[in-house]
């Protein structure tokens, strides 16, 4: 989500991951089972993260991965309130002849866990390319919203998109004017093209990514419009977690939205989301 090229390139690769990941859970191939080297446990809020590393060996030392994991996990409990589910087990696989945080994926309730990561990292990765990174903040917003039907992927992916720079922003690792320069640089992404669909119906990469947060931009402003700037998305997705609606359940998203819903007090979501999954919504971004 940072403007950067290797931040697009990034996201570029993490649609193509995603699809070589549908393909690894069709096949019940996780990593799950990939011998572990080294492991620790780590404190998010009053969650625990169990951290695993597979083999390989970081150039800065597994440490420093481990401060990154832990920072992007405070940014989630910092937007959250809370860490969205009570044990997380992340494992770090290490590429060698690699550089950067090169790609992550999310599972709900794999192997006792209520959330499993995987994390593929480069050997070579280096402290800013640690700092910077937005993959594994992404990952970890992803344990906060229900395992939702193929069709709704957007809203996982676009929710993800949209919380990770703003959850960094509030805990300091990201600098809001740089927020906003990449919303404003990537969210156009999200605009529907000649012959696309509801978000239900149009799974392209912009779409499903900036499409989604696009809709959760146009969300947060409504809720702030209709109650005078008292609540925002944040309350709304703060309820989810509160209630359960984490990653390691299916709740359907009618009862999602509902929750959200309740605790501003509006029907934003659940109006949205019956106008924008069935219909292409263009939005005046300039004008926004
Ligand atoms: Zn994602």
Redesign the pocket.
């Known amino acids: 989500m940072e403007r950067k090229l290797l931040d697009r390139r990034a996201f570029v690769s993490?649609s193509v991951a995603?699809a070589l990941s549908q393909n690894l859970r069709a096949r019940g191939q996780f990593g799950r089972h990939t011998p572990v080297e080294f492991s620790q446990t780590v404190q998010a809020g009053s969650s625990r993260l169990q951290i695993d590393f597979a083999h390989g060996e970081f150039a800065l030392g597994r440490v420093a991965v481990i401060d990154r994991i832990e920072a992007a996990a405070k940014a989630v409990t910092t937007y959250y309130g809370r860490f969205p589910v009570s044990l997380a087990r992340v494992l770090v696989i290490p590429e060698a002849g690699e550089s950067g945080v090169l790609q992550?994926?999310?599972w709900g309730d794999i192997g006792g866990f209520p959330a499993f990561l995987r994390l593929r990292i480069g050997e070579d990765v280096t402290a800013q390319e640690l700092a910077s990174d937005w993959i594994i903040t992404?990952?970890l917003?992803?344990t906060a919203l229900a395992d939702l039907s193929d069709d709704q992927h957007w809203l996982?992916?676009g929710i993800?998109?949209y919380v990770e720079p703003i959850a960094r922003v509030q805990t300091g690792q990201l600098d809001a004017a740089a927020m906003w320069a990449g919303m404003m640089d990537g969210m156009v992404n999200g605009e529907p093209e000649a012959g696309d669909r509801g978000l239900d119906r149009t799974h392209t990469w912009g779409r499903t990514?900036w499409g989604g947060a696009m809709f959760c931009l146009v969300a947060d402003v409504g809720i702030r419009r209709a109650t005078a700037n008292r609540k925002g998305l944040q309350d709304a997705l703060r309820a989810i977690v509160d209630a359960g609606g984490t990653i390691n359940t299916d709740w359907p998203l009618a009862k999602l939205l509902e929750i959200a819903d309740r605790a501003t007090k509006t029907d934003v979501l659940s109006t949205m989301y019956a106008k924008w999954s069935g219909t292409p919504v263009e939005v005046d971004l300039p004008q926004l």
């Open positions: 993490g995603l992550g994926t999310t992404h990952e917003v992803h996982e992916e993800a998109s990514y």
